[in-house]
């Protein structure tokens, strides 16, 4: 699908409207992606989060991007691997939720990070097919809404799994 791409690089530097943090439940900042947004935002984005009060797993808040190029961030919670199915349905939530907070807001383009895989640990060949399976989901119940969707991979590793879903999806 031509409004859906997948880019080996930095989140923080995509030109989306907003980009997608994969945050921990009390949206203070943390390590990988969460870190990497909350340095390059500035610390306005942690006063910001601060007056928010967290956020639970497969929910989504949305904040200014302060020092971004991105106008907003989209903070979500992704669940913590343990291998059940609820981990799964969490995960879908994430990619939703977020969408659907985009939509709300009028934006047309978001960047997801891929969510979950780092230290929570969630395997790469099925996080990319939950991403893959919930966007195809929203698109199809949204349809006619115009939104750009880019996955964001920092490694070469993730970049090669999320093109081989989408080919295996026929997407």
Avoid at 151 to 165: D, G, K, P, V
Wanted: charged share 25%; proline share 3%.
């Amino acid at each position: 699908m031509k409004d859906v791409k997948v880019l080996l690089g930095d989140i923080t530097l995509s030109d989306c409207e907003c980009i997608v943090n994969a945050a921990n439940r009390s949206l203070l900042g943390g390590g990988g992606v969460d870190g990497a947004i909350h340095r390059a935002a500035g610390p306005e984005l942690l006063e910001e989060c601060k007056s928010i009060g967290g956020c639970n797993t497969g929910e989504a808040k949305i904040t200014r991007g302060y020092n971004l190029k991105a106008e907003y961030v989209i903070h979500t919670v992704g669940p913590i691997y343990s291998g059940s199915e609820k981990d799964a349905e969490l995960l879908g939530k994430c990619y939703l939720n977020s969408l659907d907070l985009a939509k709300e807001h009028g934006l047309h383009s978001i960047a997801f990070p891929a969510l979950s895989t780092g230290v929570y640990g969630y395997p790469p060949e099925k996080a990319t097919k939950i991403a893959v399976d919930a966007v195809r989901q929203w698109k199809e119940n949204n349809k006619g809404y115009q939104m750009k969707i880019d996955f964001y991979c920092f490694s070469e590793r993730m970049y090669a799994q999320y093109i081989l879903t989408l080919k295996n999806t026929n997407y």
